[in-house]
């Protein structure tokens, strides 16, 4: 059981911005992020002057535990904060996104991790890189790692890092999968990011001949239990951390939307002259592109609303909600990158010049839309094969198999 610190005084609710505070300050940063965009890609990462603007607007507040110096916000908030700041550039967004889930991480840690991190300066940024990529090997207290762990997005601003590794008994078989901070004294950055698409984001490796990492340091990416941890902490990790990414999906899609109304107000037709906006074809792809990503988003916030209501009356999400959950989630690459296809389609040849904001947040789409949380195929599979009887993986809502009639 994780043991928390009581605050001793009661925190300052007059300091806390509202949900409705925090989207207007993410709004007024669009016209910043897009001026940046371009110069955010050729760089290869997102500028400190960028991510010192989210610090000052409290976005990394959203989701850090109370007694921590944050404010213990619901998800909700800080998915709509990054459906606001994609609209204006997704790889800084995307490091937005990254960097900020990791202060709802800390919300499942005993206090001696968040003490380590935090204890000096409750506002250091923690990188990451999930996918078990380095070797683990369990010692006594704790965990030798070494390795190459790929995509470590933002990490050029991260002090720590979680890194993903796989657990194995004696005989070598993987028994849980760990998530495990370490500081950046630790690793030396390789870059090797070189992508079409989330260019900007910096998510380069981080490569560590060697680290010690104390079991209190580490955590179960895959055990769901209930513990004593504030409510706001009792999701599935795997739920809000995927739930995030689409978030920023949808922001990025939106921003697609907003450029191609600006396009197309104003441009006329190379046959008679004729404004563009009164084409059918250019309304029609606009129409279908927003209903794709309000649909995305209304299904995102809804999720996310159902699993409020299990956790604030301190009970677990049920696998047979987590499991639809998650193609809720995964749905909302192809959503998206449907949408913005859409819209791109109808630019023609002005559409592939790199001057084109457009064609930017349709790779920056398509890159998101290739990441693991939106591999929609595979999750509706998964959600068929339960709702037909038959058994999960092991390894996605437990360590064990589990079916309809668990």
């Known amino acids: 059981m994780n043991n928390f610190v009581t605050p001793t005084e009661p925190a300052d609710t007059q300091t806390i911005p509202s949900e409705a505070q925090l989207l207007e300050r993410a709004r007024g940063l669009i016209p910043m992020l897009m001026e940046k965009a371009e110069s955010v890609e050729q760089n290869r990462?997102?500028?400190?002057?960028?991510?010192?603007?989210?610090?000052?607007?409290?976005?990394?507040?959203?989701?850090?535990?109370?007694?921590?110096?944050?404010?213990?916000?619901?998800?909700?908030?800080f998915y709509k904060v990054l459906m606001e700041l994609g609209r204006g550039c997704g790889s800084s967004a995307w490091n937005m996104m990254i960097l900020g889930i990791h202060q709802w991480e800390?919300?499942?840690?005993?206090?001696?991790?968040?003490?380590?991190?935090?204890?000096?300066?409750?506002?250091?940024?923690?990188?990451?890189?999930?996918?078990?990529?380095?070797?683990?090997?369990?010692?006594?207290?704790?965990?030798?790692?070494?390795?190459?762990?790929?995509?470590?997005s933002g990490c050029d601003h991260g002090q720590w890092a979680f890194l993903g590794g796989l657990r194995?008994?004696?005989?070598?078989?993987?028994?849980?999968?760990?998530?495990?901070?370490?500081?950046?004294?630790?690793?030396?950055?390789?870059?090797?990011?070189?992508?079409?698409?989330?260019?900007?984001?910096?998510?380069?490796?981080?490569?560590?001949?060697?680290?010690?990492?104390?079991?209190?340091?580490?955590?179960?990416?895959?055990?769901?239990?209930y513990s004593e941890r504030p409510a706001n902490y009792l999701y599935p990790f795997n739920q809000i951390f995927f739930g995030a990414v689409s978030a920023l999906i949808v922001g990025v899609?939106?921003?697609g939307i907003d450029e191609y109304v600006r396009q197309m107000s104003v441009r006329t037709n190379t046959t008679d002259g004729g404004g563009a906006a009164l084409s059918p074809y250019v309304?029609?792809?606009?129409?279908?592109?927003?209903?794709?990503?309000?649909?995305?988003?209304?299904?995102?916030?809804?999720?996310?609303?159902?699993?409020?209501?299990?956790?604030?009356?301190?009970?677990?999400?049920?696998?047979?909600?987590?499991?639809?959950?998650?193609?809720?989630?995964?749905r909302v690459g192809r959503d998206c990158e449907e949408a913005v296809m859409l819209l791109f389609k109808a630019t023609s040849?002005?559409?592939?010049?790199?001057?084109?904001?457009?064609?930017?947040?349709?790779?920056?789409?398509?890159?998101?839309s290739n990441h693991i949380t939106q591999n929609a195929d595979d999750t509706a599979g998964m959600l068929g094969a339960y709702l037909l009887g038959q058994s999960l993986p092991p390894m996605l809502f437990g360590l064990e198999p589990v079916s309809l009639n668990d």
């Not at 699993?307 to 604030?312: F, G, L, Q, R």
């Not at 040849?349 to 349709?362: E, M, T």
Request: aromatic share 10%; charged share 20%; glycine share 8%.
């Open 283 to 330: 309304k029609d792809r606009l129409g279908n592109a927003v209903v794709r990503v309000r649909s995305a988003r209304a299904r995102l916030l809804q999720m996310l609303a159902e699993s409020s209501e299990y956790v604030e009356r301190r009970e677990l999400v049920p696998v047979s909600d987590r499991v639809h959950y998650m193609l809720d989630i995964a």
């Open 106 to 152: 800390y919300g499942s840690l005993p206090e001696q991790a968040c003490l380590d991190a935090w204890g000096e300066d409750n506002a250091v940024i923690t990188a990451s890189s999930y996918p078990p990529f380095g070797k683990v090997e369990e010692v006594e207290g704790g965990f030798n790692i070494s390795g190459t762990w790929k995509t470590s």
């Open 45 to 77: 990462m997102v500028s400190r002057e960028t991510i010192a603007a989210f610090v000052e607007a409290g976005f990394f507040k959203i989701l850090q535990p109370s007694q921590y110096g944050g404010w213990e916000m619901n998800p909700a908030v």
């Open 253 to 255: 899609a939106q921003g």
């Open 349 to 368: 040849a002005r559409g592939i010049y790199l001057s084109n904001p457009l064609q930017r947040i349709l790779r920056d789409v398509i890159a998101a």
């Open 168 to 225: 194995r008994d004696a005989s070598g078989q993987v028994i849980d999968r760990m998530s495990m901070l370490v500081p950046s004294s630790a690793w030396v950055i390789e870059d090797d990011w070189h992508t079409f698409g989330l260019a900007g984001t910096g998510s380069k490796s981080l490569v560590i001949k060697h680290a010690f990492v104390p079991h209190h340091r580490a955590h179960s990416l895959i055990q769901y239990t």
